[in-house]
């Protein structure tokens, strides 16, 4: 199972990758809340359609990252 041992895409993830990828969702899920407060905490509407939306934006990239790490065990 090393690196020229065949196609690397079929392979599993190794430790540092499933480390790397749960430190993401980690901070990611972090930085939503952050967003989350600021959207209940601002008075300007643009600002605050535009938190909106990075909340949803995140969310989605979350959502992704933890389908590849299901898949990979």
Request: aromatic share 6%; charged share 25%.
């Amino acid at each position: 199972m090393g690196i020229l041992s065949g196609e690397p895409r079929n392979e599993l993830m190794h430790y540092g990758e499933v480390f790397s990828t749960c430190s993401y969702v980690m901070a990611k899920n972090g930085a939503i809340g952050k967003y989350q407060m600021l959207i209940n905490h601002v008075g300007d509407d643009d600002l605050k359609k535009l938190l909106k939306e990075t909340v949803e934006k995140a969310q989605a990239e979350v959502k992704q990252v933890e389908i590849i790490l299901k898949e990979n065990g």
